[in-house]
């Protein structure tokens, strides 16, 4: 649960209701498809082929990361996963969006520090034991 719990902690601190099947989604986002360690390396792959790469790299890079919109959260995950998403967890669409766009370009960057993609073994390490409240500040 630490990783749902600093997930939450990038999203304001909201664990209630909704916000907890955000938190789960983003957690399966990172770890990937039955835990492979291959959901990072994807979740960037859909950003830079929604034309994203320029913001992408600025995640992964060193230096400050470039902000996300809604919008472009909506291009690369999918209107058809962003309306799963709203449904699972009872929020509007927008606010399923807002979220995801403030907390993924954090998450990509403190998954990255050395400015490189992680092994996907090293991912599965990485996030197990990982407490991104704690370093980013809240």
């Avoid at 929020?91 to 807002?98: D, I, M, R, T, Y």
């Amino acid at each position: 649960m630490a990783l749902l719990d600093s997930i939450k902690g990038l999203l304001g601190g909201k664990g209630g209701g909704g916000n907890t099947a955000i938190l789960g989604q983003l957690s399966g986002m990172l770890t990937g498809k039955s835990g492979d360690g291959q959901g990072l390396n994807r979740l960037v792959e859909r950003f830079q082929s929604a034309g994203l790469g320029d913001k992408v790299a600025s995640w992964v890079g060193q230096g400050e990361n470039e902000k996300l919109s809604p919008d472009e959260v909506e291009q690369a995950i999918g209107s058809d996963r962003i309306d799963e998403m709203s449904k699972e967890t009872g929020q509007p669409a927008a606010a399923v969006k807002s979220d995801l766009a403030g907390a993924i370009p954090n998450l990509v960057s403190k998954l990255t520090p050395d400015g490189k993609m992680p092994d996907p073994s090293a991912l599965l390490g990485m996030v197990k034991g990982l407490d991104l409240g704690k370093l980013l500040g809240r």
